[in-house]
């Protein structure tokens, strides 16, 4: 088993700054892709960014510009620098990680960290 724990939420005002931080331990043989999802009340949960193991990263167009998605490889971590925060950014943040076995690849889920921005 993997175990995912996430860091760095809170309560920010429109404009502020973020970081996020979300560590694997545990049967980490190898890790493939890294996300970021988010959900918000009364929403699907939608990805936010993605980095894959060799450092390509992938973004949705709401926070294109204001959120960098990276990773340390020796720490098993991946982050998520958010930027001039707005309003539509409130949700909880959950990352998600697919790890490579012998046998194939799983996936698993931190237990998601709130980010609410609101003046």
């Known amino acids: 088993q993997v175990q995912l724990v996430e860091s760095g939420g809170g309560l920010v005002q429109p404009g502020e700054s973020l970081r996020l931080s979300c560590a694997a331990s545990?049967?980490?043989?190898?890790?493939?892709?890294m996300n970021w999802y988010r959900q918000a009340p009364g929403k699907q949960r939608e990805l936010v960014a993605a980095i894959t193991s060799g450092g390509i990263t992938n973004y949705a167009d709401s926070v294109k510009g204001r959120f960098t998605i990276s990773r340390d490889n020796a720490k098993n971590t991946v982050y998520l620098q958010m930027n001039s925060l707005k309003p539509e950014d409130t949700a909880v943040y959950y990352c998600?990680?697919?790890?490579?076995?012998?046998?194939?690849?799983?996936?698993?889920w931190g237990q998601g960290t709130q980010v609410t921005v609101s003046s």
């Open positions: 545990g049967r980490v043989f190898r890790i493939n892709a």
């Open positions: 998600n990680v697919g790890v490579l076995y012998p046998v194939g690849i799983s996936n698993y």
